[in-house]
């Protein structure tokens, strides 16, 4: 029994299934590879309107997938960027290692 088709499947997309990202959250998240971008510049980026990228970025946020921080040039703004590869494969790791006990503890 296979709970997740590995077949012809990229680090990224088993990162996207484990997390359940949607289109716009992977879009998103392709779009910050190596760059590190406001919530207007995003929603510019993957050609949604601002709250719903907003929403988008702090589902991801909360799932620890992404960074966000402050900036101040007259007001105050945040920035986004992904993690590094090597942190999303340990995050990603450890979801699955809870999701696992988490299995088992409800069998025993």
Do not use: C
């Amino acid at each position: 029994m296979q709970f997740f088709d590995l077949e012809d499947k990229s680090e990224q997309d088993i990162v996207f299934d484990v997390f359940d990202l949607n289109d716009l959250q992977k879009s998103i998240f392709d779009t910050l590879e190596d760059q590190t971008l406001t919530v207007q510049e995003i929603a510019n980026e993957v050609d949604r309107n601002r709250s719903t990228v907003q929403r988008a970025l702090q589902e991801m946020t909360e799932k620890d997938l992404l960074m966000r921080e402050g900036k101040t040039d007259k007001t105050v703004y945040y920035v986004y960027t992904s993690l590094p590869m090597d942190q999303i494969r340990e995050i990603t790791s450890e979801a699955l290692d809870e999701w696992h006990e988490t299995i088992q503890n409800k069998l025993a």
